[in-house]
């Protein structure tokens, strides 16, 4: 828009004159004494921004750039990056690990709980791998929920009580890998009470009281090293599934490693182009097999035990259920 001759004139003036004065300040000043040859204060203040020459996020850089090149000894920077590097958990061998994963709790199958104590006691493990959805969180699903299903104190009751009956049982290290059922505390928090994030009592190893049973916590989809062997809860990569998880899990891997997640046992061994054989495994559910979100299905319960020597070589006994 065009403005009378003594308008600019103005205007330039007084930005000539208050550099460093904000132009709503200076758009509010002129528009007082100016009020009849403008709509409002907010044409004056773009007016203003124009002549500045900061009326976009474009120019408004463009500027600034302008503005710092010409100091004397002004050298451009880099920006500094927030990148974080995606470190593993690792296990050193030699180790004799029992995993379990899928619990759902407290949705979990008791047989094949009392399977598996039963099997682990007889095999001795130096540590046992919780590998994901240790609990369900129903009701913070994102999914339509019965609202008359259990509610989130009861299911954080019944693992503690599960935590308290694992360490009773077993002098082994234990390590509880974050799934993303688990995940779904974190992601609660975050979407609907930003605030309590702040606080580390709120955090889910607290409220779990992981470290009174010193458990290690392993989160933000983090992968555990055992020996050569990689373990994932399986829902940091995506599309890792289908009719043979372990097979996509070799795709997308393009490595060993043993991941739950799907719900289903499943394994797979190829030999790469340099003549390593690359071996991945999926393990069985440890919970109900028709749930109402997932009545047909081809679910079926399983865990494995892991041995890896100290040199990081691996034998997995993947154990089918039902």
């Not at 004065?21 to 009020?35: F, G, M, Q, W």
């Not at 308290?164 to 009470?193: S, T, V």
């Not at 899990?249 to 799907?262: D, V």
Request: net charge negative.
């Amino acid at each position: 828009m065009r403005y009378p001759e003594f308008l600019t004139q103005l205007m330039d003036e007084t930005l000539t004159q208050f550099p460093d004065i904000p132009t709503r300040t200076l758009a509010k000043r002129i528009y007082n004494d100016n009020s009849r040859f403008f709509k409002d204060i907010e044409q004056v203040r773009s007016a203003l921004r124009r002549r500045r020459g900061n009326s976009g996020k474009k120019s408004s850089m463009k500027t600034k750039h302008q503005r710092a090149n010409g100091k004397a000894g002004w050298v451009p920077k880099l920006p500094p990056s927030q990148a974080e590097d995606w470190l593993p958990y690792e296990i050193k061998g030699p180790e004799r690990i029992a995993t379990i994963s899928d619990i759902h709790i407290p949705y979990h199958h008791e047989p094949t709980l009392q399977r598996w104590y039963a099997e682990a006691q007889e095999y001795e493990p130096s540590k046992i791998i919780i590998n994901g959805d240790l609990i369900d969180f129903y009701r913070m699903s994102r999914f339509e929920k019965d609202p008359n299903k259990r509610d989130t104190s009861f299911e954080i009751d019944q693992v503690i009580d599960f935590l308290a009956w694992l360490k009773d049982g077993f002098e082994a290290d234990i390590i509880f890998k974050e799934g993303n059922h688990d995940e779904r505390w974190r992601k609660y928090i975050y979407n609907q009470a930003p605030e309590l994030s702040r606080f580390s009592q709120f955090e889910l190893q607290e409220i779990l009281c992981l470290e009174e049973f010193e458990i290690d916590f392993v989160t933000d989809q983090r992968m555990i090293m055992a020996g050569n062997l990689p373990i994932l809860h399986g829902h940091e990569m995506h599309g890792a599934g289908g009719q043979n998880p372990a097979k996509a899990m070799a795709t997308k891997l393009n490595n060993s490693g043993l991941m739950g997640h799907c719900h289903r046992s499943s394994a797979n061994t190829v030999r790469n182009t340099f003549g390593q054989w690359l071996k991945t495994y999926s393990t069985g559910c440890m919970c109900e097999l028709n749930p109402e979100f997932s009545r047909i299905n081809n679910w079926n319960r399983g865990y494995a035990f892991v041995e890896i020597d100290s040199s990081g070589a691996f034998e997995v006994d993947n154990r089918i259920i039902d």
